[in-house]
């Protein structure tokens, strides 16, 4: 409360100064405010929020400071160009984002920032019975999914992950894509999950004595992850795309839907009704290594993608 009280009277002083003293002042008194505003440029002054967000990124050296002009909490960003294992020069990249309540995004979209959804949201890692959908909610949801929304609906801002993972263009991003396995099955990822997804393997061998997660390994045919393409029924970048998105699909699905996609063209608008039974998952102890390692599985989505997880660390805390 304190350090509240403080700021906002910080605040108040920077914007009465230039009212308050004579013109020949006002050069010197633009001088200090800058100054003033230069103080804040660190985590001490930082928004929780902001703090929180950064943290999942620990390797992002960061500083912020409230652009007065702009209204808004500007964030200098800055990382390394490549992880060590890529055997390329050390180089550092930067990047400017503005908070926009939670949407990083650069200035010139700020008036836009309606049209994104925030980046950091709740997390539903509890599977809701289909059956005790509503009418309203079933009409939603059939909404939600409907090629219409899809296309123009708003959407994931894209923009600190597009500097984050180097993905714009894709020739670029693909200096950043590794060839590695994971449980035996060939796939690409982007280099900044390879130590997570290498933790995610070794916790499911530790395990393979559980029958589901031996089961899953088992049974387990593909492990797909980069290939850059756009959202199905979208004009946006699929997260496949940066290489932080791995698809795990079975030998057999053994007549059990796990895209909704798929459903959608064999049921229509009744996709959503099917029972969770005749769902393929690839278990709850997988999920949840998934889960530990900041992995989010597309299982709990509405439209559910069962074999999809995704690295998203920020959004996994808040579920916990």
Sequence with gaps: MKTRRFFLTILTLLILLPLILPAQEKTKTS????????????????PPEIKEFMHFYPDIEYSSFYDMEVGDWK????????????????????????????????????????????????????????????KEEIERITHFGSSENRQNASGTPMFFFDWLYSAKPRVII??????????????????????HLKNVEKKILDQKTNPKVKEFIDTLKSADAYYWREISGTTRKSFHSYGIAIDLLPKRLNGKAIYWGWEKDRLGDKWMLIPLEKRWTPGDEVIRIFEEEGFIWGGYWIIFDNMHFEYHPELVKISN
């Design 174 to 195: 693909e200096d950043h894509i590794i060839k590695t396995t994971f449980l035996g099955k060939s796939t690409k990822i982007h280099e900044r999950i390879y130590d």
């Design 75 to 134: 964030i200098e960003m800055t990382a390394d160009l490549y992880f060590e294992r890529t055997s390329k020069p050390k180089e550092k990249k930067s990047a400017v984002f503005y908070w926009a309540d939670g949407r990083l995004l650069p200035k010139e979209e700020l008036p836009n920032k309606e049209k994104y959804w925030v980046l950091r949201y709740q997390y539903e890692n509890k599977l809701r019975d289909p059956s005790t959908y509503t």
């Design 31 to 46: 001088l200090s405010i800058e100054s003033m505003q230069k103080q804040f440029s660190s985590r001490a002054f930082c």
